[in-house]
């Protein structure tokens, strides 16, 4: 049995104290027009200057741990804001249902089949759902584009842009990701990293209060194939079948590749086994296949 993922909750936390900080932004433009930039954070601490640098999208200020073989179902934390462009998608009430993607500080993209609305909110910069204690920035959608195309049967083209309603504050927790473009290749065998608050269990009541990561490794749609039938089309890509798996809660958030060093958003978590099986590979849109409409909505708009 196959399924998309269905959505599976906090309060906004407070602002906690931090040290002053001084951002210095230089921008460029990559060739495939995605907007680049170079963040150096300087902070007096206690007198002491300590200075974390940033280049570009798709490469935290804090960097992650990667053992090789974690899993989301059955768990391990991700160290907290080395994922920066994680984006919790929720309700009015608290309630997280998605994940997503900050690709730019204007505009987040996420699975179709979340069914996201202009009454969500867009929660970036959070590791600790429970927490009271860190620095977020909580923002309305101000528009949504699902694909024209998305087909909830056969759950091709699963991909919607958020516009936000305010630019989002670049900083040492909250950074894009780049996005693949359409020539790019990413090999079956090539371990990548999904990150998100899905359930960890099929069974679990709840959806972890930490974000929570994967090492997984991509398929060959040929692979991926033997798994699903004829369901695997070019508008996707597969990842796992290796004792780590997505699972529900974890829908519309990244499957990341590292490309000249730079993390890439590769897939985004669309569907898979019912009860988050990891012997069977979890299925995320293709971004290579869907970037051109990606750059037509963030050009028109």
Known sequence: ??????????????????????????????????????????????????????????????????????????????????????????????????????????????????????????????????????????????????????????INNDITLIKLANPAQINARVSPVCLAETNDNFAGGMRCMTSGWGLTRSTAANTPSRLQQASLPLLTNTECSRFWGNKITSLMICAGASGASSCMGDSGGPLVCQKNGAWTLVGIVSWGSGSCSTSMPGVYARVTELRSWVDQILAAN
């Open 1 to 154: 049995m196959f399924e998309p993922w269905p959505s599976c909750g906090s309060s906004p936390a407070s602002p906690s104290s931090a040290p002053p900080t001084v951002s210095l932004v230089f921008m460029s433009r990559d060739a495939g027009g995605q907007s680049r930039r170079t963040l150096q954070f300087v902070s007096d601490l206690v007198g002491n200057d300590m200075m974390m640098m940033s280049s570009g999208c798709g490469t935290p200020a804090i960097s992650p741990i990667i053992t090789g073989y974690s899993r989301i179902v059955n768990g391990e934390e991700a160290v907290p804001h080395s994922w920066p462009w994680q984006v919790s998608l929720q309700d009015y009430t608290g309630f997280h249902f998605c994940g997503g993607s900050l690709i730019n500080e204007n505009w987040v993209v996420t699975a179709a089949h979340c069914g996201v609305s202009i009454s969500h909110r867009v929660i970036l910069g959070e590791h600790d759902r429970s927490s009271n204690a860190e620095s977020i920035q909580v923002i309305s959608p101000r528009q949504v584009f699902r694909h024209p195309n998305y087909n909830g049967y056969t």
